[in-house]
């Protein structure tokens, strides 16, 4: 619920999920968030959801925090045995910046992960794929995964940026995937084994994720997301500008 320029981060991500088509959005919180979430997209007349007709918003709560991959399991019964998006709402897009509907376009009959070339310094802090064969120059094979490999493990330069489709293969795998990383149900692992058994491709997104889970990331996003405000966007720009003059 941290406020990104002008609305919640989740909102943030509600809204690019509603932009790709999603209608059904499932919001996995700890306990008591719920209700924020609630109060904030269905409780308002004239709410956030307003522009986005046919979009409903659904808490679910995580009750322990057991990881990435715990969270994803948690949607199991609520999705089904149907495709879905999973957004994390550290990663937000850069405006203009969609990857979903290239992701969506991308998919043959298993998952899809998005991924970007990353620099040392995600090493430890993203999960990174082992690539198999290019299908063109975006898409490519994913044989496994690992997660925060550091310098000397690292299988590529190729991260997980935080958007996945995947289909009912996910939580199978899921469901036999043991903690790992920081003694967390880690994503990352049950991508390892849907990519092990033939069923997972990488798209590389054009564009970077902004990562507002970190201080200077977040900043860096609001700025962004700020500077392109169809409101505000060109005021600020200008107090940027003549701030920056000023240093
Ligand atoms: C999570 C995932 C990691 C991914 C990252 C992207 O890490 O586990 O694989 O690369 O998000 O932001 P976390 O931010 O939870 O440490």
Redesign the pocket.
């Known amino acids: 619920m941290l406020p990104i320029v002008d609305r919640p981060a989740i909102q943030w991500v509600v809204e690019e999920a509603a932009r790709a088509g999603a209608r059904e959005i499932f919001v996995i919180v700890d306990p008591g968030v719920g209700v924020l979430i609630e109060r904030h997209f269905n409780s308002q007349e004239e709410g956030p959801l307003a522009g986005l007709e046919h979009v409903n918003v659904h808490p679910i709560v995580q009750d322990v925090p057991r990881g ?1 991959g715990d969270a994803v399991r948690t949607a199991a019964t609520a999705v089904g045995n149907q495709p879905f998006f999973t957004l ?1 709402v ?2 937000l897009v850069f405006p203009d910046g969609d990857v979903l509907p290239g992701m969506a376009a991308a998919a043959e009959a298993g998952s899809v992960v998005c991924l970007r070339e990353l620099g040392t310094e995600f090493l430890a ?3 990174f794929i082992v690539p198999g064969e290019w299908r063109n120059e975006q898409v490519v094979e994913v044989l496994g995964a690992i ?1 925060k490999p550091g310098v000397e493990a690292a299988p590529s330069k190729l ?4 958007r996945y489709l995947f289909t009912g293969k996910i939580f199978e795998a899921l469901d036999h995937v043991e903690p790992g990383v920081g003694g967390e149900i ?3 692992d049950a991508i390892h084994t849907v990519g092990e058994a033939g069923n997972c491709l990488g798209y590389v997104a054009a564009d970077d994720l902004l ?1 507002s ?1 970190t201080p200077s990331g977040y900043l860096e996003a609001s700025t962004i997301l700020g500077a392109a405000h169809p409101d505000f966007g060109a005021r600020y720009r200008a107090f940027v500008t003549e701030f920056t003059e000023g240093l």
């Open positions: 990435l994390l550290d990663n802090r993203y999960g997660e991260g997980l940026i935080g880690q994503l990352t990562d889970g």
